[in-house]
């Protein structure tokens, strides 16, 4: 019996940046997860990340990443993911530059 398919987001790093991104519903790179297209067909998500897959120019290892809806957007299920949404791991740049 195959498990039942749970949310997804597509996310990679920005190519020239290195930051995390998820793939919006109108096509666009954002770095909230709270803007990112969260799909509940899991053919749907197969098609949105051959798509993400198709644009190497602008992102590098693109994957669908356990999602769930939240109050203000989708938000990570997975510790991994919730780390990527914080930014680099240092204080010197990226979203972490005003903690």
């Known amino acids: 019996m195959s498990r039942a398919f749970k949310p997804k987001v597509v ?33 749907h998500a197969d098609l949105r990340l051959l798509e993400a897959l198709s644009r190497q120019s602008e992102i590098a290892g693109a994957y669908l990443a356990d999602a769930a809806a939240g109050a203000n957007g989708p938000q990570p299920t997975h510790f991994r993911e919730a780390f990527r949404t914080r930014g680099p791991s240092n204080y010197a740049h990226g979203k972490q530059v005003d903690l």
């Open 11 to 43: 996310t990679a790093n920005a190519l020239l940046e290195g930051d995390a991104v998820w793939l919006t519903i109108d096509d666009r790179w954002t770095r909230d997860i709270a803007e990112a297209e969260l799909m509940t067909d899991e053919a």
